[in-house]
């Protein structure tokens, strides 16, 4: 599995913003994408920070998705979103997943 921890900053009074961008990127999904799971937060201490962990099977799926024109359309509105509630651009952080457990 591979994964990708996304951190950005929420302009201020844009907080509620972030429910609406989650609703945008789960519609935008497709079926087969590789997405395993993907969790959003915001940190206890700064409201403000956001941090997404997105894990896939795969880095090369992950690949594959960002390129895939079945999500572009979903994503425009998801984008027009992000330029509006977000405070500068995300930074990523590509990750190697050694372990991934839940009950």
Same mark, same amino acid.
């Given at each position: 599995?591979?994964?990708?921890?996304?951190?950005?900053?929420? #302009? %201020? !009074?844009?907080?509620?913003?972030?429910? =609406?961008?989650?609703?945008?990127?789960?519609?935008?999904? #497709? %079926? !087969?994408?590789?997405?395993?799971?993907? =969790?959003?937060t915001v940190d206890a201490a700064d409201p403000g920070r956001v941090i997404m962990f997105v894990v896939f099977e795969s880095e090369e799926k992950a690949r594959e998705r960002e390129?895939?024109?079945?999500?572009?359309?979903?994503?425009?509105?998801?984008?027009?979103?992000?330029?509006?509630?977000?405070?500068?651009?995300?930074?990523?952080?590509?990750?190697?997943?050694?372990?991934?457990?839940?009950?």
């Amino acid at each position: 599995m591979w994964a990708q921890m996304i951190t950005t900053r929420l #302009q %201020a !009074g844009k907080e509620d913003g972030l429910a =609406t961008l989650v609703s945008q990127l789960r519609a935008a999904e #497709q %079926a !087969g994408s590789g997405l395993v799971h993907s =969790t959003a937060t915001v940190d206890a201490a700064d409201p403000g920070r956001v941090i997404m962990f997105v894990v896939f099977e795969s880095e090369e799926k992950a690949r594959e998705r960002e390129n895939d024109p079945r999500r572009q359309d979903g994503l425009q509105a998801a984008r027009a979103t992000m330029a509006d509630i977000f405070d500068g651009a995300p930074e990523f952080v590509d990750l190697t997943v050694v372990d991934d457990w839940s009950l």
